[in-house]
């Protein structure tokens, strides 16, 4: 695999990743994810790289080609429901994927030191930490001990769903999603810098339980989720389903 050198030999940024081509760009990214989801939603799976063959090779380096900073709910795990597998996602989970300044260091480690191209914020229906948020704003009853941090990051999300008439749960997990991309990119200047330049885009999904899909509520650039889909699936088609 080539590097691209910087010419005059000026020492470019540090960005250690020797980037799989088929994955070094956002929207190829965000197909890939896709396209594993739709595997995972039609009862299709392909378990994609956790072989024991794959599991020695990424053990010198990893080259994720997507973070997700999801909620911690078990029902949740993203190399089941984006059927991947090992060495391909840098996971962050807190529940309600609040984003603290040790996932936005994660975060960042993963898109400039990894040069990981992709950013997923996801989130789900019924999540327990916004409707323990809600509870909250409703009674004033805070909670015990640290779960406070993670009611209080959720509340600025239940306020502007109060401001734009949002009542249902699930339409507040939606704009909690929503503000937690713009939270990641108003909380790391790092990060928004590395959207700026193209070099990776940051989206929102809401995941439904029952379902087990995903459908995209925000992303940045706008409309960058639309192009990820119409990318396509990526790589050839599957050979014998196991
Ligand atoms: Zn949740």
Redesign the pocket.
């Known amino acids: 695999m080539s590097h691209s050198g910087t010419p005059g030999g000026q020492p470019g940024p540090q960005r250690t990743a020797d980037r799989a081509p088929a994955l070094s760009e956002p929207a190829r990214a965000y197909a890939e994810l896709v396209a594993g989801n739709r595997r995972f939603v039609g009862g299709a799976p392909r378990h994609p790289n956790q072989d024991a063959g794959h599991r020695a090779a990424v053990a010198d380096g990893q080259h994720p080609f997507a973070v997700i900073v999801g909620?911690s709910?078990s029902r949740l795990a993203a190399e089941i429901i984006f059927d991947r597998g090992l060495g391909d996602l840098f996971v962050v989970r807190t529940?309600?994927h609040t984003a603290g300044p040790e996932v936005l260091g994660s975060v960042e480690y993963a898109v400039t030191v990894l040069g990981t191209p992709l950013v997923v914020v996801l989130g789900?229906d019924s999540?327990?930490?916004v409707q323990a948020a809600r509870e909250v704003a409703m009674t004033g009853t805070q909670p015990q001990g640290h779960l406070r941090a993670v009611v209080d990051a959720v509340l600025p999300s239940l306020r502007r769903a109060e401001t734009e008439g949002v009542q249902d749960i699930d339409g507040i997990v939606d704009i909690h999603i929503a503000q937690t991309v713009e939270t990641l990119l108003g909380q790391s200047p790092v990060l928004a810098d590395e959207v700026a330049q193209g070099r990776c885009a940051v989206v929102g999904v809401s995941y439904r339980l029952a379902a087990g899909a995903v459908r995209p509520v925000a992303a940045v650039p706008a409309g960058f989720a639309t192009l990820g889909e119409e990318a396509g699936p990526l790589g050839p088609a599957a050979p014998a389903a196991a």
Do not use: T
């Open positions: 909620c709910d529940a309600g789900h999540c327990g930490a």
